[in-house]
Every structure is written in C-alpha cells, then in structure tokens.
C-alpha cells in the first residue's frame, strides 16, 4: 500500500502528528512520504491508495472552530475518487473543524474515510492510532 501524509503546520504539533502517521504506517508494511502543502509530489499523489491531510485547529476556544490555513490545504491538487483521512491538531476543544475539513476535501472530489483532531498533549499514542484505523478500514474495504 503506498501512502501519502500531507500537513500544513504553524507549531510543529500538526508536523509530528503527519510524521507520527506516517511511521505507523510505514510499520504496517506501507510505502509512506510525508511532506508539507509546499513540497509536494505530484507522482506520489498519483500513486497513492490513502492520502491523510492534516493542519490544526483555528479559532477561539469556545467557538468559530475551523481548518488553519485552509489556503495552503486548498492548494493540494484536487484528490478525485482518492481515499483520503481528514486530521487536525488541537490544543483545548476541536469543535467540528475535523468534519469541516473533510467537507472541504469532499468537495474537491475526495473519498473521504476518515475525520479526527488529535490532542497535541496526546499525539504519541492518538495519532498512531488513527492511522491504524484508516489503514484497517482502507483494507477491510479492498
């Protein structure tokens, strides 16, 4: 299975949940490449059964929850019919802005599997986790 893990980060926290997906993967037998939004490879994506894409939580505490930077995330080439893992980092309360982010990429024609935010405190075990799940699902699917 070749995976792709893309991360707009601002702190470093989204960037280690992409690496920490990544080498979850990768432990799973997966090819993997996790790169940034501005450092992309076009064949990668191509070639990709699961493409995760992650930035971080904006927005006040309590509401106005939305994707960061959803800029550079909207500048990803169009994913059509790509099976793609929606995930974001968090510092208190995420709201809905996993499931806003995978709105987004549903739009632009992803197969979206899965949505989550991710603690930053928690990374370590949570982000493993998650990939864990996509690539189960992804699997099971085939």
Known sequence: MKVVVIHQSRTGNTR??????????????????????????????????????????????????????????????????????????????????ADKLAAVLEADGADVVAARSLNRRRLDADAPAFAAEVLASVSAAA
């Open 16 to 97: 280690r949940a992409a690496e920490l997906i990544g080498g979850a993967a990768e432990a799973a037998g997966a090819t993997v490449a996790v790169r940034p939004t501005t450092n992309l490879d076009y064949k990668e994506l191509a070639e990709a059964d699961v493409v995760f894409v992650g930035t971080w939580v904006d927005g006040l505490i309590l509401f106005g929850h939305r994707p960061g930077d959803l800029g550079r995330v909207k500048q990803v080439p169009k994913l059509w019919n790509k099976r793609v893992a929606a995930f974001m980092t968090h510092a208190v309360n995420p709201g809905n802005a």
